[in-house]
Nanobody, 123 residues
Framework: QVQLVESGGGLVQAGGSLRLSCAASGRTFSSYTMGWFRQAPGKEREFVAAISGRGGSTYYADSVKGRFAISRDNAKNTVYPQMNSLKPDDTAVYSC????????????????WGQGTQVTVSS
């Protein structure tokens, strides 16, 4: 079992930056691909970014490529998406998730989920 807790969400102006965190329980954190998804009101959940277990590989949705950067600290069991040049369209609930495979971009392939944190970008 892996338990995930997100933090760092909030309100930011367009063009600003925000760094989220996802803290995981368990001793095998480095064996999991960590992904981030987001869901805006009235829209389906969408993939944002993922990072491999040891952090050597990353993958981004086209909508955030060049603006977001995902990293992880396995010693702290934490994964961080750094979100820059934020746009109002980035407003959503952001959730982290853990998967045993790489490269996975669909939510059904992730076994464990956090509760989500709200990010609101004002224009």
């Amino acid at each position: 079992q892996v338990q995930l807790v997100e933090s760092g969400g909030g309100l930011v102006q367009a063009g600003g930056s925000l760094r989220l965190s996802c803290a995981a329980s368990g001793r095998t954190f480095s064996s999991y691909t960590m992904g981030w998804f987001r869901q805006a009101p009235g829209k389906e959940r969408e993939f944002v970014a993922a990072i491999s277990g040891r952090g050597g590989s990353t993958y981004y949705a086209d909508s955030v490529k060049g603006r977001f950067a995902i990293s992880r600290d396995n010693a702290k069991n934490t994964v961080y998406p750094q979100m820059n040049s934020l746009k109002p369209d980035d407003t959503a609930v952001y959730s982290c998730a853990a998967a045993t495979l790489w490269l996975v971009t669909t939510s059904r392939q992730y076994a464990y989920w956090g509760q989500g944190t709200q990010v609101t970008v004002s224009s």
